[in-house]
């Protein structure tokens, strides 16, 4: 059974600062890894999908790298903004999509 | 574009009570999906569908049912409502299994008293 975690599970930073998310999954023998932000009270949002055979995505400033072999993900978020506060969880997709329990950033100002 | 629609997006039962959460697509995904959110636990995943006609299980689909009889539509039946299925219920589509990105419906608050 796939099992996905994700650490920190809380993070607090100042604005401008680089950060790093991770995520680790135990069965690499997956279809796609797909990073979501949720706002408290809202549904999820993909923000960046990463294809088995892929080993990173960029969208703006956010960059997720996919290395199987060893089973883990980075969601790296650059120049963090208050507007980024949310939790973001990672997803890992086999013949189901097992997610973590996410991380709960908060950016101040 | 309408995406994943959800309905209701808030419902109180009363325990015993059954009721039907309704999910639709209008993108043509083959592949839609049923998730419980839970404080702590993340997303679990209860019943899944590949296609029209055809659905299977996931993690926690106990006091669960679905159907699948259109693409477009991935009702989700509770069939006698109990406290433990009080939960955020989100219904995910894809276009392919495994090789697209999930969409999300807005989800469903539910309070079972």
């Known amino acids: 059974k796939q099992e996905v975690t994700q650490i920190p599970a809380a993070l607090s930073v100042p604005e401008g600062e680089n950060l790093v998310l991770n995520c680790s999954f135990t069965?690499?023998?997956?279809?796609?890894l797909q990073w979501f932000r949720q706002d408290p009270g809202k549904g999820l949002t993909s923000l960046l999908l990463i294809q088995s055979s892929q080993r990173e995505q960029t969208s703006g400033r956010l960059n997720a790298s996919l290395d199987k072999s060893s089973g883990r993900s980075t969601l790296y978020i650059a120049a963090s903004q208050p507007g980024d506060s949310a939790t973001y969880l990672c997803?890992?997709?086999?013949?189901?999509?097992?997610f973590g329990a996410g991380t709960r950033l908060t950016v101040k100002p | 574009n309408a995406g994943v629609t959800q309905t209701p997006k808030f419902q109180v039962l009363k325990t015993g009570q059954s009721m039907t959460l309704q999910c639709a697509q209008d993108m043509n995904h083959e592949y839609m999906s049923w998730y419980r959110q839970d404080p702590g636990m993340g997303l679990r995943l209860i019943h899944y569908s590949v296609g029209a006609g055809i659905t299977d299980q996931g993690e926690v689909p106990n006091g669960y049912n679905v159907s699948r009889s259109t693409t477009e539509d991935f009702p989700l039946r509770l069939l006698s409502a109990a406290p433990s299925q009080t939960s955020v219920y989100f219904c995910?589509?894809?276009?392919?299994?495994?090789?697209?990105?999930?969409?999300f419906g807005s989800g469903t608050r539910l309070t079972v008293v």
């Open positions: 995910a589509s894809s276009r392919m299994l495994g090789s697209g990105g999930y969409t």
């Open positions: 997803a890992v997709g086999n013949n189901d999509m097992r």
């Open positions: 069965d690499s023998a997956i279809y796609n």
